[in-house]
């Protein structure tokens, strides 16, 4: 009895704390103290991602909570605050606090088999443990696990869902079915918000895209060098929250011209001191573990290096303020994980020859079915190039997934057939 | 004389034989719409997957759907190894990945192979959307396989889905007020078969039967009323079934199973395609008919409308007073199993014990299944005591 009104105290406590603005406030500063000796690109998503939570708590503006298919050129433009919870479950599963929501999840009948994001999500969610959402919004171009779960999010806030329903084909009148949603959608938000339509933040958020845009693709090129002078492993972590939710917003520029001044540098340093690596990597899948593991020190201790990942490749054209839905709906469609197979192969190709690549390492992510379903093609397409693959079966925020000795052997084992 | 002639009948024995010289086209997802396959004098045959998911196992994941991944089997060294054409629905992601699967690994010559993009809402823009992509479908079809679908054939092929849609439902109603004696497996067995035999055949073979359930001293018709009037009404949800012996089982244990909420269940016949009367009807009204009539059925638990579902299932349990659910969802089905914990928590706030059931094509009903079962038509049978 005692235990469970202490239990009941503790969880309304954090729930309070967890809603409130100091709370973020005071993590901006002592992040900031922490983290002084960082890199200025890592510093300024600190600062991005708790500016982001304590606009979250102080409910100025409307919050939204989307998902990262959702481009968030549209989100800035509407003037919302946008909010990943995929990203914020990556954050959590760094923290090592991911477990402790999965098995929240889990007792309310989330199965094991999802998707590791959504169970710390959903955990974090009935736990109401985060600043609430106003509305949501997700696109379904990638997985049908996104859709759903964002579904039920609206359901749990009670809060409208709007839904970009990505076609599967990528011809003119996908396009213009897309577009029509973005429009009405936009129209809707901004009726409902009691406000008219701002061109001019739509300009505004194009133009911060498209010059961000520009850094990425540099950043890229630079990337193409050997020795490489950014690991995949760190693009994966704070670059990747930057990539999904920073586009179109004056830090996300901030942001990638400095991290591609740090890149320039380090690859001029790097330069000099080319002997370490023997083994270029190309990471297939959106995300990497992100819970303690030893991964990473499996390949370096193999002298292998991740050259490149998949998520970060460019895959759309600058936006056209001119003609903003269909400019919004080519970027969702023309990703290159969505539609058939043949767009992520050849994408693959792409970035095989352009970073020089040994060897290909497919993270199996245990409940994303659309990267996974596919992996056998590509090992398949793979083999008549010539390129080894590995599977590598594990999990992104479930460290209860992640077996140390098992995925070291598999590692060293791909690492010393490469060489 | 149903169970004999129905469990007997494998489609591949007949193949030659049933369809007429006409080219088969399988299909897989209760979205397909096959009166325009029908029109083109094609042979729709559903896939069904019987066969061991992880004789897939060379080409897709083995933490991937076991239906996809058996349906995969039955192509390349199943049943359905001679099957050329395939429309499949962009169902969900395990459905695209199955697409890509096939084209990549089985890929018999001139064989046409197509995915249907599906929207999941059914807004106005997804009505325009779905009936240019049918449009463009008709299209397809008619280049490939040299023929004309012209009005009156779509509209004949419309006909004819109805009739079998009506006499499906009205045997369901037979089967669900125990006027026949007809077991929900067996019910279900007929649904099934309905999905690989051609609609001529197979309409006769309702109609008779049909007929003789007006003939007392028949013995498809005893009237069962007594024996099953106690038993406690259960509803089923999810996506497909794959092994109907579990249905066989909670009969066993006492249940009576009122409505299948299930792709081979009554979403694959609920409803009528209605054409509207005295209207000149050319290919494009015909076309828009049929979009209305797919996007705005029952939806399945892959379709974005949770809310609209859920209305339908509170509905039945308040029609049919239904005592328990039983979701029955394959593994790594994410569509379904994003809903459980919303809809289970609703059923109850409305006192209506539910229960989760996993398939993952295992060759038995596994013991701990049974013993779910079992336990909760005991915990049911004890509500209704106390």
Redesign the interface.
Known sequence: MVDKLKDTFITNWIRKITKNTKTYKLGKLFSRLYFRKSTKSFKIWLNFLFQQLIEAAQKRRLVVWANIYTPSEFLYSLNLIPIYPELISGVIASLGWGDYFIEEAESKLYSTDLCSFYRVAAGLILKDWFPSPDLVISSSQLCDGSTKFFNNISKYYNCKHYLIDAPYYSDQKAETYLARQIKDMNKQIYLDNGKDPDQNKIKETFHYSNLTRDYIIKINQLRERVPSPLSGWEAMAYILYMFFSSLGSKKGLEFYRTLYQEVEEKSRKVEKNRNNEEKRLLWLHQIRPYYPNEILKNIQDHKGVISFEEVSYLYWSPLDDRAPWKSLSRKIISNFGAGPIERRINQIDDLINKYKIDGVIHFSQRGCRQSCGGAFIIKDYLKKRKIPMLILDGDGADSRNYSKGQTRTRVEAFLEMLS | MVKKWFLKNNWLNKKNQLSNKRPIIGWICTYTPKEILLAADLLPVRILPRIDPSLAN????S???PF?RSCLGELMEGDYKELEHLLLI?S???I??????C???HHPKNSFIC?L?L???D?T??L??FQ??LELLVKRIEEFFQIKISENLLLQAISNSNKVRKLLTKLYYLYVSDKIDLSGEIFLQIIQQGMILPIKEYQTFLEKELKDCSQPEKESFNNKKSKTKRNPKLLISGTWIDDLRLIKIIEDYGGKIVFFDLCNGNRSFQGQIEIPEGKVNNKESILKTLTEFYLHKLPC??M?N?EKRWEYLNQLIQDYQIEGVVFYNL??C??S??????L??RLKKKSIPSL?LEGEFSAQISGRNRTRIQAFLEVLEFGRQT
């Open positions: 060379t080409y897709m994941d933490n991937f759907c996809a962009n969900c992601d395990a695209r990945r199955f697409y890509d699967a084209r990549y690994y995915l993009d929207p999941r809402k807004s823009q997804a325009i959307y240019s992509n638990p892959r974005v949770l593994k790594f994410d569509t199993m994003y809903e459980l914990p919303i289970r928590e989760f």
